[in-house]
């Protein structure tokens, strides 16, 4: 998978420079952005990239509570480091932090709690976190999809959000940002969304068949119901994001043979097409804005194409490397770039010194935080799912006894034993508990219901995802 950690590492680079412009490149960055939204290139990249490699992780482990486990250890550890270190350098008076409006801590921490805060009525601390409320939406989905083991149809849900994304601007349908908050309220629909996000994460991790079915959909109403209706971005935006990550998905299929490339470059087709036409029908946004986000849609698309063909060739290690630390890159890079804004301000002309200087500091900081928390966090996530991991052998129950064997000898051994057969006895084998087939409490997965697994399906887990 080392082209998807290029293509990580190039995606986290482009929002870097995105957020850096501001401060050390305003002029080029006044002649760039009409023409070509680099921050929506780089976030789209990132989504392709989860839509790709999320529901195999899922299907691989065949566990919904262990992939729960995994996504927790991945993400917020260093997410509670980045949002931990902009409140110390707000209270510190190094920088100012984002205006969170007249909302209370406590339901702005439950909201962030759950990283759903974007599509709550609740801007993100650190601006960065919108993204992962769309992952979050995205994981409900998924989990949704594999519980009631339509996760094989992920062509048919990315074609069917494209175009309910392009009706929907055809049709004229708006609504103005944080719909449901302004309709019931910020504080109802925190309590009631975060309680609904617990539920259905404890319910489809359950033992139970009905109750995973029920937390699974449940998960995957809630962001159905969210994304739409009370995010930030436009309604037609919204859907897309969810689109182009299941494109991923098809993609991923496609590539391991579940489904057929002509089927997967449809999918494709049809999410092009409809994103293009969503964005280019909006009468919301100005022209040039327009021109950008497509241009950063098509050559989006066209990066992840690129790399996909290029999979099998030589990958530079350089950017292997910012793939593996690219989570550090873009979740610390507004926290370094609030202290520079208040240490120095912001430069009235381009200085690409400055943007040189800027890296010098940032990438060696996530390759810290990388080591000593993204890492170690990981690592804690894979024991701990190792240990709850459902048992595949029930309790009491033995393996079947195989006949003994004699273990093959070397020639100066055999002749030995020839000439002296009543010293040597056949020494038996423990039976092979890799290749016994076992029965027991297994979690949901395509070929789990039944109740009944070899242990090769289980397969090898990826030491990082």
């Not at 065949?62 to 917020?76: D, E, L, Q």
């Not at 539920?199 to 962001?223: D, E, K, N, T, Y």
């Not at 790399?307 to 990958?315: D, G, K, M, P, Q």
């Amino acid at each position: 998978m080392a082209w998807l950690d290029a293509l990580r590492g190039i995606a986290a680079l482009v929002v870097v420079f995105e957020h850096a412009s501001y401060s050390f490149m305003p002029e080029f960055r006044q002649e760039l952005m009409p023409q070509f939204n680099t921050g929506r290139y780089g976030i789209l990249v990132f989504f392709l990239v989860s839509g790709y490699i999320i529901p195999a992780s899922l299907e691989r482990r065949g566990c919904v509570r262990t992939f729960w486990i995994g996504r927790v250890f991945r993400m917020y550890p260093l997410w509670a480091t980045a949002v931990a270190a902009v409140l110390g350098v707000s209270i510190l008076g190094l920088a100012d932090m984002r205006d969170l409006g007249d909302q209370g801590t406590a339901t702005a921490t439950v909201a962030h709690a759950g990283l759903l805060q974007e599509l709550l009525g609740t801007p993100s601390v650190l601006l960065v976190l919108w993204t992962l409320s769309y992952e979050m939406a995205f994981y409900l989905l998924v989990v949704a999809l594999f519980t009631v083991r339509l996760h094989q149809r992920s062509a048919a849900v990315a074609v069917t959000l494209a175009v309910l994304a392009a009706v929907s601007v055809a049709a004229g349908v708006t609504l103005p940002d944080s719909a449901l908050s302004g309709l019931v309220g910020t504080g109802p629909l925190i309590a009631l969304a975060s309680g609904a996000l617990v539920v259905a994460i404890c319910c489809a991790s359950s033992g139970q068949p009905a109750l995973r079915v029920f937390g699974g959909v449940l998960g995957g109403v809630l962001a159905l119901v969210l994304v739409p209706f009370n995010g930030t971005v436009p309604l037609w935006e919204g859907l897309i994001i969810l689109a182009v990550m299941f494109l991923g998905t098809a993609v991923h299929r496609a590539e391991k043979g579940q489904s057929s490339w002509w089927w997967a470059g449809c999918t494709a087709g049809v999410v092009v097409a409809c994103a293009v036409a969503s964005a280019y029908w909006n009468s919301d946004e100005a022209p040039f804005t327009r021109q950008g986000w497509i241009v950063a849609f098509l050559l989006a698309v066209l990066t992840f194409g690129v790399a996909l063909a290029s999979r099998h060739r030589r990958i530079p290690r350089g950017l292997i490397w910012l793939g593996m630390i690219s989570y550090s890159v873009y979740l610390l890079h507004p926290v370094l770039l609030a202290v520079s804004d208040g240490a120095i301000g912001r430069w009235p002309r381009d200085n690409p010194v400055l943007v040189l200087a800027f890296l010098a500091v940032l990438l060696p900081l996530c390759a810290l935080t990388y080591r000593y928390i993204e890492a170690p966090g990981q690592a804690w996530g894979r024991k701990l799912a190792r240990r709850v991991e459902p048992s595949r052998r029930a309790p009491g129950q033995h393996l079947r006894p195989e006949k003994p064997q004699v273990r093959p000898e070397n020639p100066p051994a055999a002749r030995h034993t020839a000439q002296h057969p009543a010293r040597h006895t056949a020494r038996p084998v423990a039976p092979d508990r890799d290749r016994a087939e076992v029965q027991g409490d297994v979690c949901v997965g395509s070929s789990t219901h039944t109740g009944r697994v070899r242990p090769s399906q289980y397969g090898s887990r990826s030491r990082r995802l």
